[in-house]
């Protein structure tokens, strides 16, 4: 079932996403060659305390980390450990903040002193990504066209969609219907409704869709190893365009 919020619930989901995003663009400052992506976790937890608002990652299905950080050939679900960061690294940051009840996910990708083209290119297509899949989220369209608008985009550009993987509704909970795939086409699945709130999340593979999970339950990387990037906002279906709530 799909939770319609109201304007009151929204207003509280803009809070707690203005603070994901807040806490997204300080770790994002700090990604720098050395740092460990167990000190960014660790530094997003502070930050959070400091908000008054709590990770909502942290012991989900037992999910160890504060935020997740996948690096390089890492999709998604990365778990902070001593991995130092490299020049040339590109690094995910997913940071899922709860506060009051409601809950505001949002991811981007950093680079690192990155100067090869086709990287460049991969993380600037799958930023373009999401900002087609927003667009597209217009009341009276389908969840599909979310989706196709995100493939378009990224297949247009050479790289792939990850498919084993998809954005999602998300407000009181983590995970709420419907599920936004990131491909397929237009014009299937639930009509937008105003109230609607989803994480629309494009998860891009430079090489080829197929993923494979780790052996600690978490870490998802690519299965021929090449890069990967990712970025998110939840967003709120309105009478207009679409409102991004992790700003």
Aim: net charge negative; glycine share 12%.
């Amino acid at each position: 079932m799909i939770v319609i919020k109201s304007a009151a619930e929204i207003e509280r989901m803009r809070t707690s996403g203005h603070l994901a995003a807040v806490v997204r663009d300080d770790v994002a400052a700090k990604v720098s060659p050395g740092i460990t992506t167990m000190e960014l976790s660790e530094y997003a937890g502070e930050l959070m305390k400091k908000l008054g608002a709590e990770s909502a990652f942290k012991g989900y299905r037992g999910y160890p980390g504060n935020i997740c950080i996948s690096v390089n050939d890492a999709v998604v679900h990365g778990i902070p450990d001593q991995r130092h960061i490299q020049l040339g690294d590109i690094v995910s940051i997913d940071v899922g903040v709860k506060y009051e009840g409601f809950i505001g996910d949002t991811a981007l990708t950093v680079m690192v002193g990155v100067t090869d083209p086709e990287v460049l290119r991969l993380v600037k297509t799958t930023e373009k990504s999401l900002e087609a899949g927003i667009a597209a989220a217009l009341s009276g369209k389908r969840v599909s066209d979310i989706s196709n608008a995100v493939e378009k985009t990224v297949t247009g550009a050479g790289f792939s969609v990850v498919r084993d993987f998809v954005g999602h509704g998300v407000g009181r909970q983590m995970h709420e219907d419907p599920q936004i795939p990131n491909f397929g086409p237009p014009g299937r699945g639930a009509v937008l409704k105003p109230g609607m709130t989803f994480a629309i999340e494009p998860m891009v593979n430079q090489g080829g869709a197929e993923v494979e999970v780790q052996a600690d339950g978490w870490t998802v990387l690519t299965r021929d190893r090449k890069l990967s990037a990712h970025f998110e906002h939840t967003v709120a279906i309105t009478e207009g365009l679409a409102q991004i709530l992790t700003i």
